[in-house]
């Protein structure tokens, strides 16, 4: 069996602001664009839900529910640098990390750096961890595969923590609201109501097949969903094929040498993501797409421990092989393949040490 553990900070923007600004707290905080008039909530505190606000809703229609929030401008940096630190945390336990966004992850510690045969003990660790470092709270769920450890860890926010056994999954569904399984939105809810589906029994009743039949793709998930069956394995990181960016030139740059201070810009953001992901990288390859959109890649072996100022060098010397020197270009793209974790690269130095 399989032990994984679904962390999410709690209300994070917000929770981190208020961190920083103490007369913040017990307010409500609305975090976004930080004008009551245009722009989305990207998060807001607790106290603001309580009015109803919520994640992805216009700012005006947050001003009308609660005209005494506080609208507070997003600081993406800073979050992003919190959500390092978290993810290191996250690497202290295991490297069979999954992050699904800047605050939440996956993280199967069937196998853990702490040596704990409980699960519970290492989502404490955690925790703890992430409050000694961060001053931030956060919510986690334990179970015994992905679909259960995320509904725990939303299961009894903020500052919770969430055991599902296989023993005590059929009454816990059962209890669930069918919004709280993957992939029901309001249009497949609505849907579910039509068909006189309220709640999880209701959905058990159904078979595979009228499953798929009255839902389409979702169908066999949630016929497994119901059951608390869910075989997504946690994929960590490392086992991503490869992470970049590319940008489409609003205006054509005339030639490859011009292209040198956006490449040196794409590899320091494209390395501060891996860095932030605890990842190291084999391969650095750049893209061209020429204004006739033809298009070619150069392609160079790294050393994984590498830092942006290595790059600039990787950089003149790849764009020299590029076959037009002189000619338009209306796309460039950097990315990082071969990506491994510290301790891939530790064990691949131990294979080489103990086969010589
Ligand atoms: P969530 O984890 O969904 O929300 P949250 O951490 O604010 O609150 P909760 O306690 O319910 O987990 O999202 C994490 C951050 O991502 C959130 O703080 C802000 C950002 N975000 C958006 O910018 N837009 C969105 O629509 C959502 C849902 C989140
Ligand atoms: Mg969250």
């Not at 839900?49 to 809703?57: H, L």
């Not at 040498?257 to 990288?281: G, M």
């Not at 000619?327 to 990506?339: D, N, P």
């Amino acid at each position: 069996m399989r032990k994984i553990i679904h962390v999410d900070m709690d209300a994070f923007y917000a929770q981190v602001e208020m961190r920083d600004n103490p007369e913040y707290r017990g307010k409500p905080i609305i975090i976004g664009s930080g004008n009551h008039r245009y722009g989305v909530v990207s998060t807001c505190s607790y106290e603001a839900r309580a009015f109803g606000v919520r994640s992805a809703m216009p700012n005006i229609q947050a001003y009308k529910l609660c005209p005494q929030g506080i609208f507070v401008r997003q600081k993406m940096e800073k979050y992003a640098r919190v959500s390092a630190q978290i993810f290191e945390i996250f690497h202290e336990v295991s490297d069979c990390v999954e992050g699904l966004s800047l605050d939440e992850a996956y993280i199967d510690v069937t196998e853990n750096k702490l040596g704990y045969s409980s699960a519970i003990k290492v989502a404490h660790y955690l925790k703890q961890r992430i409050l000694e470092v961060t001053n931030l709270t956060s919510s986690a769920g334990v179970s015994y595969n992905k679909l259960l450890a995320k509904i725990g860890s939303d299961f009894q926010k903020p500052n919770g923590l969430t055991v599902i056994t296989p023993e005590q999954t059929e009454a816990f569904i059962s209890n669930l609201s069918l919004k709280n399984f993957p992939g029901v939105g309001t249009k497949l809810y609505n849907k579910m109501e039509i068909l006189g589906i309220f709640k999880p029994d209701d959905l058990l009743q159904l078979s595979s097949e009228e499953c798929i039949k009255y839902f389409g793709k979702h169908g066999n998930d949630l016929y497994n969903y119901v059951r608390g069956i869910d075989h997504r394995q946690v994929i960590a990181e490392s086992t991503r094929k490869s992470i970049g960016q590319e940008t489409t030139l609003k205006k054509e740059i005339e030639n490859i040498a011009e292209c040198k201070n956006l490449l040196y810009k794409l590899v320091n953001s494209t390395i501060s993501q891996i860095q932030n992901k605890k990842l190291y990288a084999t391969t650095f390859t750049i893209k061209i797409k020429y204004a006739d959109f033809t298009q070619y890649t150069r392609a160079k072996t790294v050393n994984p421990s590498h830092t942006s100022i290595d790059f600039t060098k990787h950089i003149d010397s790849l764009l020299l092989s590029f076959p037009h020197q002189n000619k338009h270009i209306r796309l460039v793209g950097v990315s990082f393949s071969g990506l491994c974790t510290q301790s891939d690269i530790k064990k691949s130095n131990i294979e080489q040490t103990t086969l010589f």
